[in-house]
């Protein structure tokens, strides 16, 4: 993620903010919030994974960097369970690399290259509330994620006979989907928040052996009201 595009996001995060009127929002309130169900909406940065040392797995023809850094979007569902826990879905989707088709590999053995396609996450988190503030509050943020969704590499391979003659074709698919955990830290105002955090795991699709893979991102999301 480049300084510039850094700026802009939080530029545009500041916007909200200020422009979001004082309203009657008393539903909004810790004391309030109770048993309610929110509907809200997000945009997330991720940014460049962090370093990892381990080789990428033979035959991997996706750059782990460029499939898992990028721009998403989503929809979240948040219910207040105490005043200051609530338990959170979300569904995110992101326009990025994915695997092919083997009907487009060439020649008897082969790999498809990477094109780009929806990829779709899922989210389930915990998040708890500091009212520390006066108007504002900070939250910390634990889940579980489903990250790529949607994503797939196809493998062709043509076995002969002696004599030179096509036995059978044997195509394989695998995805690169992983489960991580989902770690942030969170300043809520109202119905805005901004949020740092995580995507971690020390299982992959990408790597020979268990390596540590974690992606950070930056997320702004807005409250559209109650269901």
Known sequence: MTLKNLLSFSLLS??????TNAQDLDYLTPENRIGQLFFKVSSEYRITPLTYTEPIKPGVTVDPDLQN??????????????????????NSLRYD??????????????KKPSNRG?????????????????????????????????TNINSKTTFFDS?????????????FSYEPSNLGLGWKKRKIEIMLGFYTSSI???????VNFTVPYFKFSYNLGRL
């Open 14 to 19: 500041l916007i909200f903010i200020n422009t």
């Open 69 to 90: 850094s990028g721009m998403a979007f989503a929809y979240n569902l948040d219910m207040f369970i105490t005043k200051n826990l609530n338990l959170g879905f979300s």
């Open 97 to 110: 690399y994915l695997g092919g088709d083997i009907a487009q590999i060439k020649g008897d053995f082969g």
């Open 118 to 150: 929806l990829i779709i996450g899922y989210h389930f988190y915990l998040d708890y509330h500091f009212k520390i503030f006066k108007e504002s509050e900070l939250f910390i943020r634990v889940g579980k994620s489903l990250l790529n969704r949607g």
């Open 163 to 175: 004599e030179g003659n096509v036995l059978t074709v044997l195509d394989s698919s695998s995805d």
């Open 204 to 210: 992959s699709e990408y790597f020979e052996e268990n």
